[in-house]
Every structure is written in structure tokens, then in C-alpha cells.
């Protein structure tokens, strides 16, 4: 499975960003999509998750913030990002795992300025 992430970029605090995340290949039929997010020497954390069947979660620092979701058709998943904070700034990483494999994407900056 190969994953194309983009929509990354520079925006003032209280602002919006949409990241969006594009997957081919071999595709289970059920499998889960999302995101996570690292500084660099720290471990990546989870952001959000979207199941094949629409179920979603997300950790609590970004919970009535963000809002994921995808488009089944073309195994896109995005995350509407709102009410950014200047700590939600780092490297945004896209992933895809089923019951075999685990996979993750190039990751795309997200820098949120105070």
C-alpha cells in the first residue's frame, strides 16, 4: 500500500488546515486509516483514526477540533483541522493498517504561528 499525503502549510493560531491522504495498492476491504504526529526525537502520537466501516477516534488534545473522515471510493482519508494551536505544530504523518500490514506515509509540516 502506498500512501500520498499532502495539505501541510503556515497558518495563524485559531486557524483551519485540511490534510488530506490518498492510499493504492492492495487494499483490504477492512482496514483503518489515520494520522499521527511527531517532533523530531520524540515518539510519534496518534491523532486520529477512521475505520473502512466510518468509525472514527482521536485523542483528546485534539478531540472538538479536528475532524476526520473519508471517501471510501477512492480510499482518501482528511483531517479538517480547526481552532489550530501553536503546540499542534510538528510533522503530520498519514497511516494505513489492516490485519496484516502496517503501513505509513511521507509526512507533511503543519506550523501553526501565535
Known amino acids: 500500500v502506498q500512501l500520498q499525503a499532502s495539505g501541510g502549510g503556515l497558518v495563524q493560531a485559531g486557524g483551519s488546515l485540511r490534510l488530506s491522504c490518498g492510499a493504492s495498492?492492495?487494499?483490504?476491504?477492512?482496514?483503518?486509516m489515520g494520522w499521527g504526529r511527531q517532533d523530531p526525537g520524540k515518539q510519534r502520537e496518534f491523532v486520529a483514526a477512521?475505520?473502512?466501516?466510518?468509525?472514527?477516534r482521536y485523542a483528546d488534545a485534539v478531540k472538538g477540533r479536528f475532524t476526520i473522515s473519508r471517501v471510501s471510493a477512492n480510499n482518501t482519508v482528511y483531517l479538517q483541522m480547526n481552532n489550530l494551536r501553536p503546540e499542534d505544530t510538528t510533522v503530520y504523518y498519514c497511516?494505513?493498517?489492516?490485519?496484516?500490514?502496517?503501513?505509513w506515509g511521507q509526512g507533511t509540516q503543519v506550523t501553526v504561528s501565535s
Open positions: 495498492g492492495s487494499i483490504d476491504s477492512v482496514h483503518v
Open positions: 477512521i475505520t473502512s466501516g466510518g468509525s472514527a
Open positions: 497511516n494505513y493498517y489492516d490485519s496484516t500490514y502496517h503501513y
